[in-house]
């Protein structure tokens, strides 16, 4: 894993919808990698994000994926943002709520300002509930300068 095998954490902002920890409506999830490939975090999906009853809503299935994805191309710089171009998602069964699940990112493949990455979202028990390939594309400059990492927030929070 690296660094005496610690799990690093990752940053999280303050507004975004998946890791903003100012964001009463948002899902205020931590990441942690391993320094060299992977990128994981545990959530367990509240009540109030209920698609059909009991299950999780489909669409916040694929914004964990989503930023799993985004946040594996980030391991060698913390800095580098990447956004979804292309998104595919399989959802290989019901997910439930108020159940601690583990979803895990990897980078397969670097091309240029592109990236292929892989996401899955796994049940206790080990079993797949939804995994999702995307290609990646670095964050356009003109959108890099408008906004600063101390106005995103973006750091380790204890």
Not at 89 to 95: A, D, G, L
Request: overall charge negative; aromatic content about 8%; some cysteine.
């Amino acid at each position: 894993m690296g660094d005496d095998d610690i799990p690093r954490q990752q940053p999280n902002s303050h507004n975004c919808y998946v890791c903003g920890l100012k964001n009463a409506y948002g899902l205020q999830l931590v990441f942690f990698d391993n320094g060299e490939d992977q990128v994981w975090c545990d959530y367990a999906i509240p009540a109030h994000y209920e698609g059909y009853p009991g299950v999780a809503h489909g669409g916040v299935v694929a914004a964990i994926l989503d930023e799993i994805c985004g946040r594996a191309s980030m391991i060698a710089d913390l800095n580098h943002f990447m956004m979804t171009a292309k998104m595919e998602v399989k959802y290989r069964c019901p997910v439930p709520l108020n159940v601690e699940l583990r979803a895990c990112g990897r980078v397969t493949r670097r091309r240029g300002r592109l990236a292929q990455a892989r996401g899955e979202l796994r049940l206790p028990d080990g079993r797949l509930a939804a995994e999702a390939t995307l290609t990646l594309a670095d964050l356009p400059k003109r959108l890099r300068s408008q906004t600063s990492l101390e106005e995103l927030g973006w750091h380790v929070y204890d």
